[in-house]
T-cell receptor, first 113, second 109 residues
């Protein structure tokens, strides 16, 4: 079955610690995205990547970092510089081309204590 | 600035019809998407409109008016499993998706 996996589903960290969220896809999609979802707000784009070894900042990249060393993987690191990291994080992917639907992973709920 | 507006919450009765509206102001337009999201789960794609008019897909239909910056999602023969949030998203001139905050739909028996 093709799809996107994110792990873990729930993650707890102490304030001041960096944490890395995993995102893997076997859909052979070129583009991958990280969004943050907070109650009462639309999804906000953190980072996106349209090709291996290249990525761009989204609207709220401060305090986050990513890498795209493989087509299948797009991990997101939430650093201690992110002032309000507690949120629901969604990873998505889409085929190459400008207009395509995005397919989402199940999400990771990060709670920073 | 770019803006997508949807009602925060709607309530409907099982078996009825509901229309969820979405208005938008964006830098350019390359289509409008509707997604369904059950609580704590991933959004799933419902529809895509780029031309004016109505697109029908089973119990769900989506309408677009580009001149009015307006779309709606119409759900017919509502079922309890339709209780979810419905997200409207517009692809702007940079081919980035701008998301609304979502409409939480509550279905009552």
């Amino acid at each position: 079955d093709g799809g996107i996996t994110q792990s873990p589903k729930y993650l707890f960290r102490k304030e001041g610690q960096n944490v890395t969220l995993s995102c893997e896809q076997n859909l052979n999609h070129d583009a991958m995205y990280w969004y943050r979802q907070d109650p009462g707000q639309g999804l906000r784009l953190i980072y996106y990547s349209q090709i291996v070894n290249d990525f761009q900042k989204g609207d709220i990249a401060e305090g986050y970092s990513v890498s795209r060393e493989k087509k299948e993987s797009f991990p997101l690191t939430v650093t201690s510089a992110q002032k309000n990291p507690t949120a629901f994080y969604l990873c998505a992917s889409s085929p190459a081309g400008e207009v395509n639907e995005q397919f989402f992973g199940p999400g990771t709920r990060l709670t920073v204590l | 600035g770019q803006n997508i507006d949807q009602p925060t919450e709607m309530t409907a009765t099982e078996g009825a019809i509901v229309q969820i509206n979405c208005t938008y102001q964006t830098s350019g337009f390359n289509g409008l998407f509707w997604y369904q999201q059950h609580a704590g789960e991933a959004p799933t794609f419902l529809s895509y409109n780029v031309l004016d008019g109505l697109e029908e897909k089973g119990r769900f239909s989506s309408f677009l008016s580009r001149s009015k910056g307006y779309s709606y999602l119409l759900l017919k023969e509502l079922q309890m499993k339709d209780s979810a949030s419905y997200l409207c998203a517009v692809m702007d001139s940079n081919y980035q998706l701008i998301w609304g905050a979502g409409t939480k739909l509550i279905i009552k028996p």
